[in-house]
T-cell receptor, first 114, second 114 residues
Framework: AQSVTQPDIHITVSEGASLELRCNYSYGATPYLFWYVQSPGQGLQLLLKYFSGDTLVQGIKGFEAEFKRSQSSFNLRKPSVHWSDAAEYFCAVVGSGNTGKLIFGQGTTLQVKP | GAGVSQSPSNKVTEKGKDVELRCDPI?????LYWYRQSLGQGLEFLIYFQGNSAPDKSGLPSDRFSAERTGGSVSTLTIQRTQQEDSAVYLC????????????FGPGTRLTVT
């Protein structure tokens, strides 16, 4: 069965510092991968997605992610974090069964120190 | 344009009562998903609708949960005889179709069972 693991439950970085959030997936075929962000009391907003092609994908708000098949990883990065980036981040993979349903990781809460 | 909307935004109910949660997907989106977000279980898939096809109910946790989608648009998730473990945020998402994969989420309904 597909699964997604986000090893870091909580991360704190200083404003202006770089950020990397880790995501590992378990999936037999080529995965379709996503990163979503959820601000307090809000729904999920799509940051970026990977379906195929270039393994480095750019998203909104200055985020990027790199797909590494050999490591089964899809880590999210940002060169310089802003206080407004404080939120919860979810990595997800499309599950099997041709429904498009998403399998989510447990999420990583990002705290930004001034 | 208008995004996915959900109502109510908050619902407090007594144990044993029935509740109905509503989702209005983005116009033209044929795929609709319900997910549940709870502290213990994270984000989990509940049910999927695609046009007039039979729904995928594989994620529903018990027979107290049911959902319908009328006219290929609005969906209602019903929980009968609510239990305290049903307390969670219920998120709805829609997509152009199941193959498009990019899902747009509503703000969610926070359900509290007392």
């Amino acid at each position: 069965a597909q699964s997604v693991t986000q090893p870091d439950i909580h991360i704190t970085v200083s404003e202006g510092a770089s950020l990397e959030l880790r995501c590992n997936y378990s999936y037999g075929a080529t995965p379709y991968l996503f990163w979503y962000v959820q601000s307090p009391g809000q729904g999920l907003q799509l940051l970026l997605k990977y379906f195929s092609g270039d393994t480095l994908v750019q998203g909104i708000k200055g985020f990027e992610a790199e797909f590494k098949r050999s490591q089964s990883s899809f880590n999210l990065r940002k060169p310089s974090v802003h206080w407004s980036d404080a939120a919860e981040y979810f990595c997800a993979v499309v599950g099997s069964g041709n429904t498009g349903k998403l399998i989510f990781g447990q999420g990583t809460t990002l705290q930004v120190k001034p | 344009g208008a995004g996915v909307s959900q109502s109510p935004s908050n619902k407090v109910t007594e144990k044993g009562k029935d509740v109905e949660l509503r989702c209005d997907p983005i116009s033209g989106h044929t795929a609709l998903y319900w997910y549940r977000q709870s502290l213990g279980q994270g984000l989990e898939f509940l049910i999927y609708f695609q046009g007039n096809s039979a729904p995928d109910k594989s994620g529903l946790p018990s027979d107290r949960f049911s959902a319908e989608r009328t006219g290929g648009s609005v969906s209602t998730l019903t929980i009968q005889r609510t239990q305290q473990e049903d307390s969670a945020v219920y998120l709805c998402a829609s997509s152009l179709d199941r193959y498009y994969y990019e899902q747009y989420f509503g703000p969610g309904t926070r359900l509290t069972v007392t």
